[in-house]
Structure formats: structure tokens, C-alpha cells
């Protein structure tokens, strides 16, 4: 695999404008569904456990029905995410190997899963997920793709604050090579400060990329009996391939 480009910057040094690139309202109706799936587990879910949980944008929505601990391998994002939800339990660690020592009734790994690039660091969080989740407790993930799904791709989007400030981006996800597991997102951001100044930012992610079998196979490696569901969505886009693992 070629050396991957450096940490994407959304989730470092620019991770103060995420809240204004992907606002929080565009969860809500995610989230309402996320819900659900954690509630369908055997036992009552009280305690989840969100990995790879970024600026806390699901945590917004999932916080009233859900105490929530927030992992994630980015101190900065992490920052953010504690201004937004000061109740939830932050906690710096990186999903492949992080342990907690203790147990929650459900496990959520947003679209941080897009980010694990080859299948070790996919069994890892798995693993992860696996050791944290209790007995009839859920684990779902969601990446944004899978090898099913039809690319390349482009997308926009971005906010405007109150404060004046405001962002934009066009993304654009390709394929380098069709024989690996990863894809190549490259974003272009415009980011207005509220002194009216803008700057454009170039931003590279590498994200993974597997098929339904990969996701079915490594997740009841680790000793998930796991079901694949199609997102329900209202959104103008293909509705995604969750992955709900019971344990």
C-alpha cells in the first residue's frame, strides 16, 4: 500500500470549523435511526459507546435516549465535541486498540469506519467493539460505502455561522486502484472568517473500502452474529449498507 497522506487536516488544525462543514442538523434524521438499531439489541440500552466519534455530532441527537462515551484519535476533534456535549464522557484513544475495562449495552462506529483501511484495522475495531459490548448488547457500524457501491463520487456542502464566519466544500472520491481496499477523497474547502477573509484548503482523506462478505466475515471472526440492513432515509442519495453485530 503507498504511504497514506497525512492526517486530514478537517480533523486537526481545521477541526474548529467542523461544526460549520457538516452541521449538526443534518444528523438528526441519522440519528433517529441509529437509535432504533441500538434499541433492537436483546437487553435495554442505557450505555453506548460511540467510536471514532469525531466533532460529537451524532452524540448531539443520541445523548437524550443514550449516556454516551465519546472515543476518538483526534484530541482536536475531541475538543470540539466537548463543547458540544459536556454531559458525554470524552475520551482520547484510537478504536483499533483502545480498552475502556468495562462494558457498554451498545457500540457505535459512525462513518469513522470509512477510515480503516485494510482488513487488520478493520478486525481490530471489531475487536474493540466485541470487548466493550456486553451480552445481548449491539454493535453497529456504518460505513459510507462498500465495494457494492457505485463510484466515483462528488459531493457538497457547508454553513454559514452566526458569528459570520462560514465554510464550503466540494469533495471528490476516486479510485487509484481498483485491486486495493482504500479509495482517495480529495476536498476542496473555502473557509470565511468573520472578518470577511477566506482561505482555501486542500485536504486529502484515504478511506477504506470492502464488500458486504469482507464486513460479514471479519465481524463474526471476532464473535458477532451480524446482519446487514439498508439504511432508511428520506436523503437524496444511495441509502447505505449498515452493520449490525449482536453479541
Known sequence: MADPP?????YTDLAAWWPLISPTVEYAEEATYLAALLHSA?????EVLELGSGGGHNAVHLRADFAMTLVDL???M????????PECDHRLGDMRTVRLDREFDGVLVHDAA???LDEDDVRGAAETAYAHCRPGGVAVFVPDVTAETPRPSTE?????????????????????DPDDTWTQTEYAVLLRSADGSVQVVHD??????????DW?????????EVAAVVEQTSEDRIPRLLFVGRR
Open 42 to 46: 436483546a437487553i435495554p440500552v442505557r
Open 156 to 176: 457538497h456542502g457547508g454553513s454559514d455561522g452566526p458569528d459570520g464566519r462560514g465554510a464550503r466544500f466540494l469533495s471528490w472520491t476516486w479510485d487509484p
Open 78 to 85: 475531541l475538543a470540539v465535541s466537548s463543547r458540544l456535549n
Open 74 to 76: 483526534s484530541a482536536d
Open 114 to 116: 470509512d477510515y480503516l
Open 204 to 213: 486529502t482523506h484515504r478511506t477504506g473500502l470492502f464488500g458486504r462478505a
Open 216 to 224: 460479514q466475515r471479519l465481524l463474526s471472526g471476532v464473535g458477532f
Open 6 to 10: 497525512a492526517a486530514p487536516r478537517m
